[in-house]
Nanobody, 121 residues
């Protein structure tokens, strides 16, 4: 099982920015795709951005133009740059890793513990 360690969460005012990082303990076929999800209490997890090893990305409409996913394959690390944050972005953000097809199927095998992002007005 791949260990995923997220960092970079915190509190920010509306309109501000944050950058999340997720470091995978190793590269395997199950880190061929990595993604960021978010969840608010009482709702299901929402996949907001994903990237495969070749750099193909998928970004949810809800964050398109504000959030950018990127990676450093040498470090087995994926990033989520979040700009122009608003209160609706407040959630627990989770990093996930899976096979190459996971970027499209949403079926990720391994999950991080999550980091809280809180946006105040």
């Amino acid at each position: 099982q791949v260990q995923l360690q997220e960092s970079g969460g915190g509190s920010v005012q509306s309109g501000g920015s944050l950058r999340l990082s997720c470091a995978a303990s190793l590269y395997t076929g199950y880190t061929a795709s990595m993604a960021w999800f978010r969840q608010v209490p009482g709702k299901g997890r929402e996949q907001i951005a994903a990237i495969d090893r070749d750099g193909t990305t998928s970004v949810a409409d809800s964050v398109q133009g504000r959030f950018t996913i990127s990676q450093d394959t040498a470090k087995n690390t994926v990033y989520l740059e979040m700009n122009n944050l608003n209160v609706e972005d407040t959630a627990m953000y989770y990093c996930a890793a899976g096979s190459r097809s996971a970027i499209w199927t949403g079926n990720f095998r391994d999950w991080g513990q999550g980091v809280q992002v809180t946006v105040s007005s």
